[in-house]
């Protein structure tokens, strides 16, 4: 919900070649608490200064010599990708009213101002813009949660599926390999029973960041759930470069980290899936790097296996 310094932060731009006006606008909004007030005489400035203050409230004169007030809005529209226009038009002449409302102005004043009418239609108009776009944030935020793990911000296996779609469908279009990788921590649970459930949460965050720095930027890493994980490794150069990062991945796991005040240490165990020589379907790669996981785990752990063409 909104609070009063919500409002009172909101960024306003007076635009009116009048500097009569201007000044009492701003006076108006000074006195009224309003903290973040520009204003411009310049028309042909509106475009420029909202792209770099996305601006909450725009007041624009519709008359101005130059350039009037209608050309400003639809420069305007050029910007606002979402086609919501934070204008509130400022006009001496009635018949423009619904004009001005038909190129995509939220409401008007009227010349010449009544102030407590013009408090009234700012305040109204802020309030719905500033919840408009609350609303957009708490919407990008439940669908970065739909895709995104909550302890670790890794991808969840919903988005990891997306991802590794994609890098077939490349793989595939390019003539190349990718990979999959699933990796298990060894002997989590132990951490979880000696050191306590949040200890354990600390560790899976640090083995996130190792295994992202390991990697390509263009490579994913996904959790799982639990102390598993798995990386879609979008391109390889070679079959055999699995190996090294691999490698690479496991000897990074295994460095101390430092939890309560010590050094605590766990080694993983990775099963690799390689497109196409272990399959053409995302189902079907992490199945055999699910089972090249486990005989990682069989051989020994703290090491990596490659899957077999027959292991399925």
Not at 43 to 66: E, F, K, T
Not at 150 to 157: E, I, K, V
Request: charged share 25%; glycine share 6%; with cysteine.
């Amino acid at each position: 919900m909104l609070c009063a310094d919500d409002l009172l932060n909101a960024r306003i731009l007076i635009v009116d070649d009048q500097q009569a006006n201007v000044r009492l606008l701003e006076q108006m909004l000074g006195e009224a608490g309003y903290r973040c007030i520009t204003s411009t005489m310049d028309p042909q400035a509106v475009c420029a200064l909202h792209r770099d203050n996305h601006y909450d409230l725009i007041l624009l004169d519709l008359q101005m010599p130059g350039m009037d007030g209608f050309q400003v809005m639809e420069g305007l529209k050029e910007i606002e990708a979402d086609g919501y226009l934070p204008v509130l038009v400022i006009t001496a002449q009635p018949g423009h009213k619904l004009q001005a409302l038909t190129a995509g102005a939220k409401d008007f004043i009227s010349k010449p101002f009544d102030l407590v009418e013009v408090k009234t239609r700012i305040h109204n108009m802020l309030e719905v813009r500033l919840l408009y776009k609350q609303l957009e944030q708490y919407s990008r935020a439940l669908e970065s949660m739909a895709l995104h793990d909550a302890l670790t911000g890794l991808p969840n296996r919903r988005l990891l599926m997306d991802r590794l779609s994609l890098a077939i469908a490349h793989a595939r279009r390019n003539t190349s390999a990718m990979a999959v990788m699933f990796l298990d921590l060894d002997g989590f649970k132990q951490i979880n029973d000696t050191l306590g459930h949040d200890a354990g949460d600390t560790l899976l965050s640090m083995v996130a960041g190792r295994l992202v720095a390991a990697v390509r930027q263009e490579d994913t890493v996904a959790r799982m759930g639990g102390d598993e994980f798995v990386i879609g490794l979008w391109e390889l150069s070679h079959v055999d470069a699995v190996a090294t990062l691999a490698s690479k991945v496991i000897l990074a796991v295994s460095q101390p980290y430092r939890i309560q005040g010590r050094d605590v240490r766990i080694t993983a165990s990775v099963g690799v899936g390689i497109y196409p020589l272990h399959g053409e379907a995302v189902e079907t790669l992490m199945k055999r790097a699910d089972l090249a996981l486990y005989e990682a785990k069989r051989a020994g752990k703290n090491n990596y296996c490659i899957a077999t063409s027959t292991d399925l």
